[in-house]
């Protein structure tokens, strides 16, 4: 029997060989950044025992603000409702967090679901970013700061959006990530899109938490 | 040759710059910066078009969006567009131009014999002759062939579209003087600023005064300094080519950008879309829309050659194109004297007939200085004049009373323009609700200068009635400082000398829509109202006469601005018109409704990047891959694509799914099941909360079990089912149908969230997470063994509705023992990024065993053999539990009253004779009935015939070698019941194509009715 | 198009994130098989359907999913204001439930 391989939900795009630094050859860089950890947290974010014992798992904070996020070395924690996260983690963390929040909040109203296998991540950036999520979403996507997250509608799908580095991520439901990536690749029609190489040490966490969003 | 080119300063053209193109298969020339009709004009082309009704000759009358008669087809194949207006078409190098009317040529219509059509097509022609519907379907082709406009594109569009959703603080309507000073003190503020015009450069109308003053400067030099400002401002865009067609509530404008229609087809690039739509959302609208000058209505006004006198202007200040060589001009205002002094100077006769006999003495010393040949109080009873105007008969008009006293000259000429006022372009303010207000002094539906501070929308300019450019822009001035204010922010950052010009003041326009001819209507010469549908002041007159009162009744009786140009030269005439004829005031007819789009708008611009690949999400699961490897035929289910059935060479799909199915019954076969939709529940009150939203009880069903479950809507019938594991007591697992995984999920939400947000639950979608492959057949067990060694799969470990976790070819697994299929069957749920993996070592390990994949329409056969429910389609939410004969599935019992029980006791829910699910067998095995056959009790009674229900599922069953469908029957469950068979009222027929079937009502369950096979 | 206010992200968002959830404050009658068929039938079906102010439910779909309720009038389009469910419910009984 072969050996478990994983296959991300943009496989079949062959991104990763196409996958060059960015320079200044194309308006839009764009890649999947595959098989990061995926984790629904519920839980009330008014009680206190969950969010502090929520928070001492995660090693950060939990964000309580709505529409906006926290990142660790390890972590990135998002937002999404006043009782729903959504905790990003590197790779092959996911399984070792779920048990570890679970254990933390035992006996506190919670749910804690891996949810790996349902997300992937999608990395936008170059001068023109933000004109072609002009193009694919009704969120003023000029106005999303650093360090916040927002839960739009991207053609007729959904996303999870932040800055990150020098771009932005979309997470994206496994089984709409085909339509959202030739929805994203007919956008960047006009400026010209290149596959990025995403360096790895900017997958999750704050190593690279650097803001400079190129603003189109 | 009457028209002619004339290097005017100032003028938009290149002379430099000379282009070729053609108009109904002639070549002809023109220069860069004209439009098509400027062109066509330059050549001398009069006859562009033949009316709708009458098929008289007609020509351009405007110079922009009003423009009701020249309508071209322009390119060929693919790239055709049909009805453009030659007065918004730029040109470019080779374009290729059609006439859109006249038939069979331009030069010889149908319609215009000796005026034959004309005594016989009043207003209301259509509605009177073809009341009798019969008659219309014969005359339709004929009629709409002869009656002319463009033809659609036959190819698929080439192009690409895209939308821009944007955001911003003030968003400008109009390039012109008051949008640009706007604009500008917007930007100056720091304000985030977009200004959108639908010309190919910023202007309006100072792009046909470019000599006017304003602030000391010329309108050519203001222009320049004040779009190079703007241009300099980081928080200010310009958008030109792009007209803003639509206001919707919350400030959304709706505008569509040209991007490369400009272009000859050649130069066109690929990369960049035809046309893009933005939507605007503002903080601040300012409507800066400008007016558009109407034409006065005389007799034969339509004749080629005459214009609106605003339009003979612009082609000779803008383009370098005066059309005549004696050019007469009619008007009842001020807005016609600059251009009459223009045309002097480049070259032209001018008689100028002013309506009023007393006019703006400032305006009268400069038309005399000029050489403008001034006739005070006249009017034009009629043109003169064939394929073009030659001449007009002038009367003298009584000082106050719109009436003839006397003949006046005739006039020779080559050129008419007239000019009855100018119409506030008030459509965008009124797409939300707004209503303009008549204003009797300017003559005008006008916006309120103060535009609806409370939605924030201002108006600026002459949209508000400010005709004058120095009363527009003081006007603009003072607005946009409410607007500043209104902000905090400090004002004033223009100033009054900055806004000085040279104009006169003006002065009151004359009351005057129809120039009496000394006749009564309808006995002269036809006066046009609406050019574009032949519409005329004697149609009106008759309409009033009809006892047609309202004006949206009047309006649709004659067709009055019903045309591509909307009634923007035609309206205001109309109204007054219908005014006059009532004995009524022009307010008191009130206007018709102003709907979006201000102009027309392309089908690919709305639907943008919503076409071909990515007009819907295209879902695919996790294993779609191996699917295609392996030949698959692929059907859409919802959103998903899904494998239908997995061919062979030379199989077609009977023989395929024979194929498959046999292998699933008597071997193995294997199915992705992932895209059903999946929910995990968690919390200690998930038991109860099941109990709420599912028909059947919760209460005991044991970590590592399974059950099925009927949710139903509050009316007691069927909306989704599926099977929930309980994982431990507080946390479950629940799956949905595949088309209803949103609802389901969004409707417990619902319940939770409004009902019950006080039950311990929290609910995550894990639909995307899991991929799922069913394994089914007696070879199953022996196939997963394989590739599964810690988990006990034996019969009396594992059983029928249990779960296990464990690992499946190395990967963490969840395996549930359920079956839609009847068989030994199980479950594999994987991470969806080891889902190609799984499905591929289950290949390998079924390899032995002759694993099949199949797909929906063997996974269909296989349940309607065992008489499996598809809800939505053998129920469409009418169906309760009890109609499906399932009354197993629900629990009358439970403490809390579930969402839909109390609707089982209503009188007809609990009523007989409702249509209820059984099984149909055909007396000719070989029959495959059409789904959504009707069952019918007899063939031998005339219509209408009872229909006792239809069939809802139907297929060739390979297991028992013949058809067999599902169906739902008035008291079908009886029917088929021992009583039933022994009255026989378990014989009926399926009637569907024109043919009856006899068929027996039998169980639905056609296979291994004790359910042994699935248990082993 | 409407721009929603969503109490619970706390910021302006564009319809299309949204869902219509139909006539807020309908409870469901606690005991629904004390009512006769009359009752429960209203409860079912009957709704205000005023030309006017309307309080009425709006799920935030692609957003935090969190139904709320929005006072919008029927006749003008115009937003009245936007709350959770439960701030809503005080907000009504407030105005005496009125329509
Ligand atoms: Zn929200």
């Known amino acids: 029997m072969s050996e478990p391989v994983m296959r991300s939900p943009l496989h079949s795009f062959g991104l990763a060989s196409q996958a060059k630094p960015i320079d200044g050859s194309s308006g839009v860089w764009a890649n999947e950044i595959p098989h990061i950890g995926y984790i629904s947290l519920r839980g009330d974010g008014r009680d206190q025992a969950f969010v502090s014992a929520a928070s001492k798992a995660l090693g950060i904070p939990l964000p309580i603000e709505p529409c906006t996020l926290a990142t660790s070395e390890s972590v990135k924690v998002l937002w999404l409702s006043p009782d729903e996260w959504m905790i990003v983690s590197a790779p092959g963390q996911a399984n070792a967090l779920c048990s570890r929040l679970e254990l933390a909040l035992a006996g506190v109203r919670n749910q804690v679901v891996d949810n790996s296998g349902g997300y992937t991540q999608i990395f936008l950036g170059g001068t023109h970013a933000l004109d072609v999520l002009r193009h694919v979403s009704v969120y003023d996507f000029e106005s999303l700061q650093p360090g916040r997250v927002a839960g739009t509608t991207l053609g007729k799908s959904s996303v999870y959006a932040f800055r990150q580095g020098n771009g932005y991520r979309l997470i994206v439901r496994r089984s709409f990530a085909d339509y959202i990536w030739r929805y994203l690749v007919r956008a960047a029609n006009p400026y010209g899109l290149g596959i990025a190489d995403v360096p790895v040490d900017n997958l999750v966490g704050t190593s690279t938490a650097s803001v400079n969003v190129a603003a189109g | 040759m009457t028209s002619f080119r004339v290097r005017r300063p100032g003028a938009r053209i290149d002379f430099e710059k000379p282009l070729s193109f053609s108009f109904d298969g002639q070549p002809y020339s023109g220069f860069a910066g004209d439009t098509l009709a400027s062109a066509l004009l330059a050549n001398d082309v009069r006859m562009l078009a033949r009316s709708f009704k009458y098929g008289r000759p007609r020509g351009i009358v405007g110079s922009g969006p009003e423009e009701p008669n020249a309508l071209m087809q322009i390119e060929a194949g693919a790239h055709t567009i049909p009805n453009l207006k030659a007065t918004q078409v730029e040109l470019y190098d080779g374009l290729i131009a059609r006439r859109t009317t006249g038939y069979p040529t331009l030069e010889f219509d149908l319609k215009s014999i000796g005026g034959l059509f004309s005594r016989f097509m009043p207003a209301g022609f259509y509605y009177k002759t073809f009341q009798n519907q019969k008659l219309w379907p014969k005359f339709e082709h004929i009629i709409r062939q002869a009656a002319g406009y463009g033809s659609a594109p036959a190819e698929p569009d080439p192009e690409t579209y895209d939308h821009s959703h944007r955001h911003t603080q003030v968003l400008v309507v109009g390039g012109g003087a008051s949008g640009l000073l706007a604009a500008l003190a917007a930007g100056r503020a720091g304000l985030k600023v977009v200004v959108v015009d639908e010309q190919k450069e910023c202007g309006g109308w100072l792009l046909s005064s470019p000599h006017s003053i304003i602030g000391g400067k010329t309108a050519d030099a203001w222009l320049k300094a004040v779009l190079g400002e703007l241009q300099s401002m980081p928080n200010v865009e310009v958008l030109t080519r792009t007209s803003a067609f639509a206001l919707h509530n919350m400030n959304l404008v709706l505008a569509v950008e040209q991007l490369q229609d400009h272009l000859p087809l050649g130069a066109r690039s690929a990369h960049r879309p035809r046309q893009r739509l933005h939507?605007?959302?503002?903080?601040?609208?300012?409507?800066?829309?400008?007016?558009?000058?109407?034409?006065?209505?005389?007799?034969?006004?339509?004749?080629?050659?005459?214009?609106?006198?605003s339009a003979l202007t612009t082609y000779l200040n803008r383009y370098g194109v005066a059309a005549g060589k004696r050019v007469l001009l009619h008007t009842s205002n001020d807005h016609v004297y600059q251009g009459a002094c223009d045309l002097v100077r480049a070259g032209c006769e001018v008689v100028l007939a002013d309506a009023r006999a007393r006019v703006n003495p400032a305006w009268e010393k400069r038309a005399r200085a000029a050489g403008v040949d001034l006739r005070l109080g006249y009017g034009i009873a009629y043109a003169r004049g064939g394929r073009a105007v030659s001449g007009a008969q002038l009367v003298k008009l009584d000082a106050e009373r719109n009436a003839v006293t006397g003949k006046g000259p005739s006039i020779d000429c080559d050129a008419l323009g007239s000019s009855g006022g100018l119409s506030p372009t008030v459509h965008l303010y009124c797409h939300d609700g707004g209503r303009p207000h008549w204003d009797d002094?300017?003559?005008?539906?006008?916006?309120?200068?103060?535009?609806?501070?409370?939605?924030?929308?201002?108006?600026?300019?002459?949209?508000?009635?400010?005709?004058?450019?120095?009363?527009?822009?003081?006007?603009?001035?003072?607005?946009?400082?409410?607007?500043?204010?209104?902000?905090?922010?400090?004002?004033?950052?223009?100033?009054?000398?900055?806004?000085?010009?040279?104009?006169?003041?003006?002065?009151?326009?004359?009351?005057?829509?129809?120039?009496?001819?000394?006749?009564?209507?309808?006995?002269?010469?036809?006066?046009?109202?609406?050019?574009?549908?032949?519409?005329?002041?004697?149609?009106?007159?008759l309409a009033v006469r009809e006892n047609y009162?309202?004006?949206?009744?009047?309006?649709?009786?004659?067709?009055?601005?019903?045309?591509?140009?909307?009634?923007?030269?035609?309206?205001?005439?109309?109204?007054?018109?219908?005014?006059?004829?009532?004995?009524?005031?022009?307010?008191?007819?009130?206007?018709?409704?102003?709907?979006?789009?201000?102009?027309?708008?392309?089908?690919?611009?709305?639907?943008?990047?919503?076409?071909?690949?990515?007009?819907?999400?295209?879902?695919?699961?996790?294993?779609?891959?191996?699917?295609?490897?392996?030949?698959?035929?692929?059907?859409?289910?919802?959103?998903?694509?899904?494998?239908?059935?997995?061919?062979?060479?030379?199989?077609?799909?009977?023989?395929?799914?024979?194929?498959?199915?046999?292998?699933?019954?008597?071997?193995?076969?294997?199915?992705?099941?992932?895209?059903?939709?999946?929910?995990?529940?968690?919390?200690?009150?998930?038991?109860?909360?099941?109990?709420?939203?599912?028909?059947?009880?919760?209460?005991?069903?044991?970590?590592?079990?399974?059950?099925?479950?009927?949710?139903?809507?509050?009316?007691?019938?069927?909306?989704?089912?599926?099977?929930?594991?309980?994982?431990?007591?507080?946390?479950?697992?629940?799956?949905?149908?595949?088309?209803?995984?949103?609802?389901?999920?969004?409707?417990?939400?619902?319940?939770?969230?409004?009902?019950?947000?006080?039950?311990?639950?929290?609910?995550?979608?894990?639909?995307?997470?899991?991929?799922?492959?069913?394994?089914?057949?007696?070879?199953?067990?022996?196939?997963?063994?394989?590739?599964?060694?810690?988990?006990?799969?034996?019969?009396?470990?594992?059983?029928?509705?249990?779960?296990?976790?464990?690992?499946?070819?190395?990967?963490?697994?969840?395996?549930?023992?359920?079956?839609?299929?009847?068989?030994?069957?199980?479950?594999?749920?994987?991470?969806?990024?080891?889902?190609?993996?799984?499905?591929?070592?289950?290949?390998?390990a079924g390899r032995e065993f002759g694993i099949t994949p199949y797909g929906t329409e063997t996974m269909h056969v296989l349940r309607a053999e065992k008489g499996f429910i598809i809800v939505g389609q053998d129920t469409d939410g009418s169906m309760t539990p009890l109609d499906l004969d399932m009354a197993w599935a629900v629990s009358m019992k439970k403490p809390f009253s579930f969402i839909g029980k109390r609707s089982f006791a209503r009188s007809d829910t609990a009523g007989p004779n409702r249509k209820q699910l059984v099984g149909l067998l055909t007396e000719d095995p070989e029959i495959v009935l059409a789904e959504g056959a009707q069952i019918i009790e007899r063939t031998d009674i005339a219509p209408p015939v009872p229909m006792l229900g239809h069939v809802t599922s139907s297929y060739y069953s390979p297991e028992l070698d013949r058809s067999i469908a599902l169906a739902v029957v008035r008291d079908g469950i009886n029917r088929r019941s021992d009583e039933g068979r022994k009255t026989g009222r378990d014989v009926l027929y399926a009637h569907a194509g024109g043919k009856a079937h006899k068929v027996r009502l039998v169980s639905p369950v056609f296979i291994d009715p004790k359910g042994e096979r699935q248990n082993v | 198009m409407f721009v929603f206010f969503c109490p619970h992200c706390g910021e302006n968002r564009e319809e299309e994130e949204f869902g219509y959830g139909g006539e807020a404050f309908i409870p469901r009658p606690a005991t629904p098989e004390t009512l006769n068929d009359d009752a429960w039938g209203d409860y079912l079906f009957m709704r205000k359907n005023p030309k006017g102010w309307h309080w009425e439910m709006w799920s935030h779909n692609t957003g935090c999913r969190k139904f709320f309720v929005v006072k919008r009038n029927t006749a003008t389009n115009a937003i009245a204001g936007s709350w959770t469910l439960s701030d809503g419910r005080k907000a009504y009984d407030a105005e005496g439930g009125a329509t």
């Open chain 2, 279 to 309: 939507r605007i959302r503002a903080e601040n609208v300012v409507l800066a829309t400008g007016a558009i000058e109407r034409p006065l209505v005389f007799g034969n006004n339509d004749l080629p050659g005459i214009m609106t006198a």
């Open chain 2, 441 to 541: 002094e300017k003559l005008a539906f006008v916006v309120p200068a103060t535009g609806r501070a409370k939605s924030r929308i201002y108006c600026v300019g002459a949209v508000t009635g400010e005709f004058g450019l120095q009363q527009a822009l003081e006007q603009t001035q003072r607005t946009i400082g409410d607007l500043l204010a209104s902000l905090g922010k400090p004002a004033g950052t223009t100033s009054a000398t900055d806004v000085h010009t040279d104009e006169p003041a003006s002065v009151p326009p004359r009351r005057i829509f129809r120039i009496p001819d000394g006749m009564r209507e309808g006995h002269g010469k036809k006066a046009f109202v609406d050019f574009q549908n032949d519409v005329s002041a004697a149609d009106i007159h």
């Open chain 2, 549 to 844: 009162r309202s004006i949206e009744h009047i309006k649709r009786y004659t067709a009055l601005g019903f045309g591509t140009d909307q009634g923007k030269l035609s309206n205001v005439n109309g109204f007054a018109i219908a005014a006059d004829a009532r004995g009524i005031s022009i307010p008191e007819v009130g206007t018709t409704t102003y709907r979006p789009a201000y102009s027309p708008v392309t089908f690919g611009t709305l639907a943008g990047l919503h076409a071909d690949e990515t007009f819907e999400p295209r879902r695919y699961s996790a294993m779609h891959a191996c699917h295609v490897a392996r030949g698959a035929e692929f059907e859409p289910v919802g959103q998903w694509l899904r494998p239908w059935y997995f061919p062979l060479p030379g199989e077609d799909m009977h023989a395929a799914v024979r194929r498959e199915c046999l292998a699933a019954r008597r071997g193995v076969g294997i199915m992705d099941a992932s895209t059903l939709g999946k929910i995990d529940l968690r919390g200690k009150d998930v038991r109860e909360f099941l109990g709420r939203v599912y028909a059947n009880d919760w209460a005991k069903l044991a970590p590592g079990k399974c059950r099925y479950g009927l949710m139903l809507d509050e009316n007691g019938m069927v909306m989704d089912d599926g099977v929930t594991a309980c994982i431990t007591d507080d946390h479950f697992v629940m799956t949905t149908t595949t088309g209803g995984a949103a609802r389901v999920f969004s409707w417990l939400e619902k319940w939770h969230q409004t009902e019950w947000p006080d039950l311990d639950v929290y609910m995550t979608s894990v639909t995307d997470h899991w991929a799922t492959a069913a394994i089914v057949g007696p070879k199953s067990r022996q196939t997963l063994a394989k590739v599964c060694s810690d988990i006990d799969l034996s019969p009396s470990a594992f059983k029928f509705m249990d779960w296990r976790d464990g690992t499946v070819a190395g990967v963490p697994a969840r395996v549930f023992r359920i079956s839609f299929s009847g068989e030994l069957a199980f479950e594999v749920n994987v991470d969806a990024n080891y889902g190609h993996h799984v499905w591929e070592a289950l290949m390998d």
